[in-house]
């Protein structure tokens, strides 16, 4: 599975934002697939997950209640919703695949692939 995220750009504190991650390849209905994002200066961390039979879903406290995941498996895309942002959403934001997580969604490590970031700058 090859990723492409896209939809970054810069935003006032409050506003809005939509990423999505196309997809490449028949089986990425196949994929659990996740949001991940990396600070200046930070080390990358979770920030949404979604099955890959749209069932579940999980988010990080940091973004609960501001951020949906989603994803439409017919247009092999995922998205990220991001309401209310705030200036320490800033951050190269990257999506993932993995075929298993087994429970360990939130782990980098635990994905196969990655799509290149797309930067999300929120400015107060």
């Known amino acids: 599975v090859q990723l492409q995220a896209s939809g970054g750009g810069l935003v006032q504190v409050g506003g809005s934002l939509r990423l999505s991650c196309a997809a490449s390849g028949r089986t990425f209905s196949m994929y659990s697939t996740a949001w991940f994002r990396q600070a200046p200066g930070k080390e990358r961390e979770f920030v949404a997950f979604?099955?890959?039979?749209?069932?579940?879903?999980y988010y990080a406290d940091s973004v609960k209640g501001r951020f949906t995941i989603s994803r439409d498996n017919a247009k092999n895309t995922m998205y990220l919703e991001m309401n209310s942002l705030k200036p320490e959403d800033t951050a190269v934001y990257s999506c993932?695949?993995?075929?298993?997580?087994?429970?360990?969604?939130?782990?980098?490590?635990?994905?196969?692939?990655w799509g290149q970031g797309t930067l999300v700058t929120v400015s107060s």
């Open positions: 979604i099955g890959w039979n749209v069932g579940r879903t």
């Open positions: 993932a695949a993995a075929r298993y997580t087994s429970g360990r969604y939130t782990y980098a490590e635990a994905y196969d692939y």
